[in-house]
């Protein structure tokens, strides 16, 4: 929601529609994922890539979950110190001091292997500094309208391939919804757990971006907090969300700790865990840019998890298809991945051409 309003900038007044058409691909594709877990009755996104496709795909599906966390956990790093700037109004003093002090507080929870008993409560100050945010936002729309640029908004394809790619990652929560549907008592009722979700997503997504739109419309950052850094409201907000990430990192870091921990067990696990701490602070201080980061995950890994994986699962899961409705699902799929291959594409070349 904090890069929405700027990621759909090149569609104006249009701004609903990636909204709404990457919901319903989203959607689409996590039903795919539920339907082909609940038919091989796993547990895990990587357990349902190798009842698929054997342990090639499982490698490759733990590959994008491993790389999906990783940027995750550089983009949270990335944020925390962003907000602490915010907060004191300092921005670009003492950078590096923030960047140490983050990657001490997560080493510390990874060593102590506390990070998942405050995922609950971190969870909860997390959504409720959100919807303060959006409330913010709302507020800004609703005293403030002669803050709005009314000039055409200048956006490049590059841009709007970004902008895609962040759209896409504000939906994509397939990575998990494996693990969530695999824990359930009943998994098949997760199919009601999604649409209730991706409504929700939707209505607030759309209630959010219209009231930035009529706030900030082309002078709205990639960071929206950026807009609203001068109200109280939206200070408390900026706290209760680098409170939220800053407790997150530790929880996302760990899965991909895991899995090195697996491949190298003759290294002493405060060697793996410092490396990968210093690794992401490190990336994380090198490419301060939030808007940037959140568009090459979801263009790269999210691309990956959410459209082209659940995609081929489902075809490899129930076979070939059969009359019209099997012609048209295919032709859909073919577009969502020729679509999602494109963004990818633009994203990764403005990328690198970003950091060149």
């Not at 007044?13 to 039903?31: N, R, S």
């Not at 012609?327 to 990818?344: E, H, K, M, N, Y």
């Amino acid at each position: 929601m904090l890069g929405l309003p700027h990621a759909v900038l090149a569609f104006g007044q249009w701004w609903w529609v990636p909204i709404t058409a990457c919901a319903l691909a989203c959607y689409y594709t996590a039903e795919l994922l539920h339907q082909v877990q609940s038919q091989h009755q796993t547990l895990t996104y990587e357990c349902t890539g190798y009842a698929c496709g054997g342990q090639l795909a499982c490698r490759a599906v733990a590959g994008a979950l491993g790389l999906n966390q990783f940027g995750i956990a550089v983009l949270y790093v990335i944020t925390v110190c962003h907000n602490v700037q915010l907060l004191r109004n300092a921005a670009g003093q003492g950078e590096w001091q923030l960047y140490v002090l983050v990657a001490t507080v997560v080493l510390a929870c990874i060593l102590r292997q506390q990070a998942a008993m405050c995922v609950s409560v971190a969870s909860f100050v997390g959504m409720a500094s959100v919807i303060l945010v959006g409330y913010v936002v709302v507020d800004a729309a609703r005293h403030d309208p002669a803050m709005a640029d009314t000039g055409h908004c200048q956006v490049t394809v590059s841009a709007m391939a970004a902008g895609a790619g962040t759209t896409l990652f504000a939906y994509g929560g397939h990575p998990v919804y494996a693990d969530v549907q695999g824990h359930m008592t009943n998994p098949r009722r997760f199919r009601n757990v999604l649409t209730l979700a991706f409504l929700a997503m939707w209505v607030g997504f759309l209630f959010v971006v219209d009231s930035a739109w009529t706030a900030f419309r082309c002078s709205a950052h990639g960071y929206v907090l950026d807009n609203l850094a001068g109200s109280s409201l939206a200070r408390a907000g900026i706290v209760g969300i680098t409170v939220h990430l800053l407790s997150a990192i530790p929880v996302v870091l760990l899965p991909v700790v895991g899995i090195v921990e697996k491949r190298l067990p003759a290294i002493p696990h405060l060697l793996v865990r410092s490396c990968m701490v210093a690794c992401i602070t490190g990336v994380a201080f090198l490419i301060p840019s939030f808007t940037t980061v959140l568009a090459v995950i979801g263009a790269c890994t999210e691309n990956l998890l959410v459209i082209v994986f659940p995609i081929w699962m489902y075809h490899s899961t129930f076979g070939r298809w059969r009359g019209v409705k099997g012609l048209f699902q295919v032709g859909a799929d073919i577009v969502l991945c020729v679509i999602s291959f494109t963004v990818l594409s633009i994203t990764l070349g403005g990328a690198l051409l970003w950091w060149l």
